[in-house]
């Protein structure tokens, strides 16, 4: 007879736990006459126990937990609005278990007792034995290599469990999923005094679990539809593998099986943090004492004190009414921000708080998820305990450090005025929910990280211990060289890393780092590393790359195969969505010598002489002059006009009364304008071209588009709106827009919105925007990056991915969108964050206020200066009507969605490259034919007059767009019969749809026709349609070179 400990429940000093079942489970499960050991569930309160006294409850609110909730009543952030406490009291009551549920897990629990009850007295177990490596073929797939470590533990007698007992957040009423925790204490008599040494606790505990699993296998067929190994443990541990089963009959509940062992076999003090109880080996090139084991410590301590642990949250728990509230809120808040997946870190926290005074027992639900924020944004979690315990030791520093950053920006959030009524930001959407739904979700993983690191080759990525040791190895190449800020696990063999800095990714030479001695750094990076002296005198062991967007895929390519061999291979994502969409590498210094041609012109026109009036100022306005432009081939020709569309300026006259008061008068006086600036331009050797328009100026091998601003003439065509707008959108607001935009402090900015306008105008979208699509594109972009609550990223691929994630996940074309800027005053401001947040919301306050005195649901205006305090240059309005219309939102917001999902995928799964290409691959099935243009024509212009020698491909300016022009002349003439759209910038083609029989009678605008649901129509046109196709090739006189017809679904 083997002898077990068992410790009677009343000897327990906690107080004794409710039982959570509708139906009262017996206290003490009676062993059944096979076996000699007690199976017992934390006993229940009887009906006849004291309760604790009333007037004591009420004394434990003391005046410092008084004065808490005080101040939070009287704090402006938007927990405190009682809208927003109904919306959290809908998203909880969705979360809470229903009674059915908890029925169902009842159940459940008595079935896996009855198994329980049936386990064998005795088992001996090998760990070589085909009995074993059979259990482990069916419940781990096969992984015993990964999950024994020790080498020593080859074998184990089993016997029954002492106590099962209850735990985890089921008995505390703060589980959200029909999980149920069950705690199965081992024998004491399995354990030697040194077991904790070197795995060999944690290989009987594997063993363990292969004699309960087998108890549960023999029955699959007939009792449990699952039975497997689940690497995760409570406290996130992925080296710890828990036994989760689930019955037939309620396939919805998991009971998870945690092997635990008796308060006394092991003294806690051997499993201190400065214990080591792993060496490294005598061959390891770490020559220095090994760190103490802090993670593998906690990993056995925890298993020891659950029960305990349990029975002291239950005691906080039954003084703080909203306990069991707030830790629900703080999982939703975990997973749609892709934390710690256990609750049991949230309900750790909130009861060290509670206990510890840092938060008022009493308060309510809110105002406690703001004080567990306010610990975690300040690195609670790294040293939060029970008892003994480190509760987070398992945890990834760089996992601590995004835990602390996304709740730093979940109290920005909170603390925003403005958030309960702007749509954009959003409680509920941005902490908890999506914001175009209710449901609980995970924001996509690739809006988290600057880039990503997957481990190819094998089953490497399944072990918990080759993951570490990659971890390692990616830290100290990536880390220690200053080039990722941090890196994190994620699932499986996939890491994602945030950068330093986004120009140190790039960077072609790494210097020893200080925390580095020089033996140890030549050995971790081999015949790479050589001394090497540097400029500043300095001789020190250094690497060399070759640079460019491919160092972090050499750099880890070149320490994993040092370091595993070939068998293990690294693919980093970083730059392959700039290859995918067919960025140009070369737009930066294109775009510079740009700017700096433009500067060059701009003070040679304030120069001038002989010119009636002179010239007070030259603004730019062309998307390319901030390096926001769409990346086209004619940007970045090597001869010739680099690019082959104008880039648009505007020059501002000194004041005169002489202008006329006629706005004809005024078209013609500055035609003539043009005509003289062309002669002045000419006499500095500078070729020019003057229309009625608008002056092409040909400087550097760039064309500049000039357009002169009169002041009167805005007054003058007050009466006449449309052309009222026009002039004051070409003159002031976009001088006014592009000043702004280049002087945002965001270098990213420029690259996420050219990546961004590929990306619309790849699917067409982008001239679906209107007339002013590319200003909102960086209006979009830019209010998103520079929001204080959206995490600051250091590459284009992760600014891009938020991008899509907003434009999918929140109401953006209904509400008004504001850019905050600090510009050289404000950077010398050195004020408190609170001031400098209320100044924030104040100004988004009046900015709400504009929005809704001057705009209707589809306008869009920016706002530039924060420090500004004069209203009207606080914001620029793109006016009325500009924005998309509500079809082609609705495709924009489901084309984000797909294309982000399409991300996902391809980093958590396929990888990236080829598969990211589509991305930018138009659907075309909506058209019904395209007409090719002839490339080598497209890129230039035809001028007004046709006479001279300053025509066709051999001219040295610009002139009208060809293919609008093309465009023009399809639409008067066949614009009864089809609709035509083209790209924006690069128009290689355009693209036709049909009319519909009915077009004369209904409402049919091109901006809903590329989206309109062709399926099952039948079209009767009033033309022969090779009638109008050859009528449009003779239209275009030699651009059209080939008209493509594009196949429908069903042969039509």
Known sequence: MHHLRHRPPATRKCAPLPSPFPVALPTRLRPTPSHSADLAVTPAMSPGQPRPDRALKRRRTSYDELETVKHASHTGDALTSPALSAALSDLLQARRLSDAARAGIEDALKKVKKSLDALPKKKTLQLDSPAVRNVLRKVAKGRRDSLCRSGVVQELVCTPPGRVDLVGSFLLKCATKPVVDVAVEMPADLFQTRDYRAYRYHDKRLLYLVYLARQFVKTEEEAYAEVSLVMSFLNGDEAKPVLCVTHVDHPEVNVRLLPTYPHDVFANHHLGEEKVHIREGPDSENAKPSPATIAYNASILIDTTLVANLQALYAVVAGAPAFADTVMLLEAWCVRHRLYKSNFVSIALLANLIKKGAAPSRAPREQLFRCALSAISAGGLKALRLGDMRVCASFDAGFLERCAECATMAIYVIESKAAETDPWVGILPFLFTQARGSKCVARPLCTLFDGFVKILGGNEASSALTAQKHLHVLKRALVDTHRAKRIERLEGGLFGFTLSLAKDANRRVDMRPESWDAPSFMAFWGKKANVRSFENGKIVEALVWSGGSRTLQEMTSYAFEKHFGDDVKVQVILGDLEEASGSDAHYEASATRAIAGFNELAKLLRSLEGVVLGIRGVHATSSHLRRCGIPSKGFAQTGGIRHAYPLDIVATFETSAAWPDNPVAICAAKASFYVSLKGALAEKGIASNSTISFLDITLSEFVYRLRIKVDKEKDLLIDSPATYEGVVWETEKRVRHHDNMSCLGNPLIGSVARMAKKWLNSHLMLSQMGSRGE??????????????????????????????????????????????????????????????????????????????????????????????????????????????????????????????????????????????????????????????????????????????????????????????????????????????????????????????????????????????????????????????????????????????????????
């Open 775 to 1052: 200003e909102l594109v960086e209006v979009l972009v830019a209010s998103m990056m520079l929001r204080p609550e959206v995490s600051k990223r250091k590459s284009v691929l992760g600014y891009f991915c938020q991008f899509l994630h907003f434009l999918s996940d929140f109401p953006w074309e209904v509400c008004p969108l504001a850019v905050l800027m600090e510009d050289e005053e404000a950077r010398e401001l050195s004020k408190d964050m609170s001031d400098r947040l209320e100044e924030v919301e104040t100004f988004r306050e009046r900015v709400q206020d504009r929005f809704s005195r001057k705009c209707d649901g589809r306008t869009f205006f920016s706002v530039y200066n924060v420090w500004d305090r004069d209203e009207n240059e606080a914001g620029t309005f793109f006016g009325q009507g500009y924005g998309p219309e509500t079809s082609i939102a609705k495709m924009i917001v489901a084309s984000a969605g797909s294309a982000l999902r399409h991300i996902e995928d391809s980093v958590t799964k396929a990888g990236a490259g080829k598969t990211m290409k589509s991305l930018f691959t138009p659907y075309l099935g909506v058209y019904d034919l395209v007409l090719e243009l002839n490339r080598e024509l497209v890129p230039f212009r035809e001028e007004a007059s046709r006479k001279g020698p300053f025509h066709g491909r051999g001219s040295a300016f610009v002139g009208f767009d060809t293919v609008q022009m093309l465009r023009n002349k399809l639409e008067i003439r066949l614009g009864e019969f089809a609709l035509f759209t083209t790209e924006v910038c690069v128009r290689a083609e355009i693209y036709v749809v049909w009319r519909p029989e009915a077009s004369g009678s209904c409402a049919f605008s091109l901006a809903r026709a590329p989206f309109r649901e062709p399926v099952g129509e039948t079209k009767t046109l009033k033309a022969d349609r090779m009638e109008m196709v050859a009528e449009m090739v003779s239209l275009g006189k030699g651009l059209i070179r080939n008209v493509r017809y594009i196949e429908k679904e069903g042969g039509k």
